[in-house]
């Protein structure tokens, strides 16, 4: 069974640019959450969606956003670019919501210069 | 709200036993998890403790004790493939996985 895939793998962006990041979850999983991972701030939760609905929002400004497709790949989008936006976005799928047991992407890599 | 802590580092020698520790304040806890992610890698899932006690997994154990919102993570028989950055994660009644900061295991010969 194929991993989670996530792409582009890098990114880099201007300020005040907006970027698309795509993630394809394991065949069958339904719920795709997303998180940003900076050095000493650990995965900070960003959103979750199942069946094409977010379920849960994670601190984070407007600007963060997603979307989640019939056949369960989910996109999130970050409009406005800021320095303090470059981190490493993990997309995890799993079965259900709330699930302990996640199965995580490779990740992208952003850059905002 | 939730919060965990950990430690940022620990260091240890190839075969020698590791604990690493995480306390954790969070409304309406289901579990513990841990997981292991090297460097420039994806994180991968190594257990999960809803229950009191330790559960063994291989070289690998996770304790968790629900009364005192502690758990704990227990290497044996270290390799240097074991050095990673761990992080404990937990789930409430929000259904959300928060994770702690990752504490670094640094492991030398």
């Known amino acids: 069974k194929a991993g989670v895939t996530q792409t582009p793998r890098y990114l880099i962006k201007t300020r005040g640019q907006q970027v698309t990041l795509s993630c394809s979850p394991i065949s069958g999983h339904r719920s795709v959450s997303w998180y940003q991972q900076t050095p000493g701030q650990g995965l900070q939760f960003l959103f979750e969606?199942?069946?094409?609905?977010?379920?849960n929002k994670g601190n984070f400004p407007g600007r963060f956003s997603g979307r989640q497709f019939s056949n369960s790949r989910s996109e999130m989008n970050v409009s406005t670019l800021e320095l303090g936006d470059s981190a490493l976005y993990l997309c995890?799928?799993?079965?259900?919501?709330?699930?302990?047991?996640?199965?995580f992407g490779p990740g992208t890599r952003l850059t905002v210069t | 709200g939730q919060s965990l802590e950990q430690p940022s580092e620990v260091t240890a020698v190839e075969g020698a036993i590791v604990q690493i520790n995480c306390t954790y304040q969070t409304s309406g806890f289901y579990g513990l998890s841990w997981y292991q992610q090297h460097d420039g890698g994806a994180p991968t899932f190594l257990s999960y403790n809803a229950l009191d006690g330790l559960e063994e997994t291989g070289r690998f154990s996770s304790f968790l004790s629900r009364s005192d919102s502690y758990g704990y993570l227990l290497l044996q028989e270290l390799q240097m493939k074991d050095s990673a950055s761990y992080f404990c994660a937990v789930t409430g009644n929000t259904d959300k996985l928060i994770f702690g900061t990752g504490t670094r295991l640094q492991v030398f010969p």
């Open positions: 995890a799928s799993s079965t259900r919501t709330g699930e302990s047991e996640q199965y």
């Open positions: 969606y199942f069946s094409e609905t977010q379920r």
